[in-house]
């Protein structure tokens, strides 16, 4: 409480930005607990969130794909038919992961890696 004359009055405040207004959940002041003449117990529930911060992924080298037009897509298309070998001998599994790893280095030789 404060004293102004012969009026009471009672100031609570508690400094807090804009943004973390939010956080603020409940505030209430109790007014049996005087810390002094004109101060009373303030008591606020905040809520804090944590963030986790993403990790960069350093080192991963991504093919440019990007940078494809006509004359680089005959060109990959043209190395793929000559170093793939396309034969049917063995499970889909196996000539699958044996295509997709000649595609790759194809690609990579012919549009290059960025990080």
């Known amino acids: ?22 956080m603020c959940k409940d505030c209430k002041v109790i007014p049996s607990e005087c810390l002094g003449t004109q ?6 529930d905040l ?3 944590s963030f986790r911060v ?16 006509k004359e680089k897509a005959a ?3 043209e190395k793929i038919k000559r170093e793939g070998s396309w034969k049917l001998i063995e499970d889909a599994d196996a000539m699958w992961e044996r295509m997709a790893q000649c595609i ?12």
């Open 1 to 22: 409480m404060m004293f102004s004359g012969n009026n009471k009055s009672q100031i609570d405040y508690f400094l807090i930005k804009a943004n973390d207004r939010r």
């Open 39 to 44: 101060y009373r117990l303030l008591i606020m």
């Open 47 to 49: 809520v804090f969130k």
């Open 54 to 69: 993403k990790k960069r992924r350093v080192g991963d080298a991504r093919i440019r794909w990007w940078d494809i037009n």
């Open 75 to 77: 060109k990959l298309s």
């Open 104 to 115: 790759r280095r194809s690609a990579k030789e012919l549009l290059g890696v960025s990080k």
